[in-house]
């Protein structure tokens, strides 16, 4: 349901290894984005992008990586550099950026 | 930026109660506020949303308020059932087009 794909829904990562996060929608959607979600805390923003090949840093990017080659597709990649990357991770997506968002599913990363 | 509030953290009601939760911001400018609704380990879900130029939006058991000179707004639900029990988070979009989201109100509803 919702048109909007995560994968996978758990992630387990060594230290010191990246690791790609999947997010595909069907919705036609311009705008796309990625929240990281802590226990006690809201969503909050890693990267958006408004147009492919496109995209802007959020509030907390550092140790993230993300392209957009297609408007469909927007990968995220949790790299060596995030020091402490276990959380669950969600993705969505807006018809512009004053949109309603709509969310995958999500996918938890765990540092093993 | 928008800084967004939500209070309380956890809210624990019996079946058939009313249940409230506020939030605050800070962005006089903030025009869209966004209410979501995540069961555990799904999706966060639009639940109900109000713009700035409307004070009270009422979708059947589900209700939204908005005080605009308080730079405060509150999800209010009636006669609560064992399956609105959730997390609900608030947002409010900035001037700038950024959506901000409160840390989220554990919803517990008591059969």
């Known amino acids: 349901d919702g048109g909007i794909t995560q994968s996978p829904k758990y992630l387990f990562r060594k230290e010191g290894q990246n690791v790609t996060l999947s997010c595909e929608q069907n919705l036609n959607h311009d705008a796309m984005y990625w929240y990281r979600q802590d226990p006690g805390q809201g969503l909050r923003l890693i990267y958006y992008?408004?147009?492919?090949?496109?995209?802007q840093k959020g509030d907390i990017a550092e140790g993230y990586s993300v392209s957009r080659e297609k408007k469909e597709s927007f990968p995220l990649t949790v790299t060596s550099a995030q020091k402490n990357p276990t959380a669950f991770y969600l993705c969505a997506s807006s018809t512009g950026r004053t949109g309603r968002r709509v969310f995958g599913q999500g996918t938890r990363l765990t540092v093993v | 930026g928008e800084n967004v509030e939500q209070h309380p953290s956890t809210l624990s009601v019996q079946e058939g109660d009313s249940a409230v939760i506020k939030c605050t911001y800070s962005?006089?400018?903030?025009?869209?506020f966004p209410w979501y609704k995540q069961e555990l380990g799904k999706r966060p879900q639009l639940i109900i949303d109000i713009r700035s130029n409307v004070g009270e939006k009422k979708d059947q058991r589900i209700a939204v308020t908005l005080n605009k000179t308080a730079k405060h707004f509150s999800l209010h639900i009636t006669e609560t059932q064992p399956e609105d029990s959730a997390v609900y988070f608030c947002?409010?979009?900035?001037?700038?087009?950024?959506?901000?989201f409160g840390a989220g109100t554990r919803l517990t509803v008591k059969p």
């Open positions: 947002a409010a979009k900035d001037s700038n087009n950024d959506m901000r």
């Open positions: 992008s408004q147009i492919v090949n496109d995209f």
């Open positions: 962005d006089s400018a903030s025009n869209y």
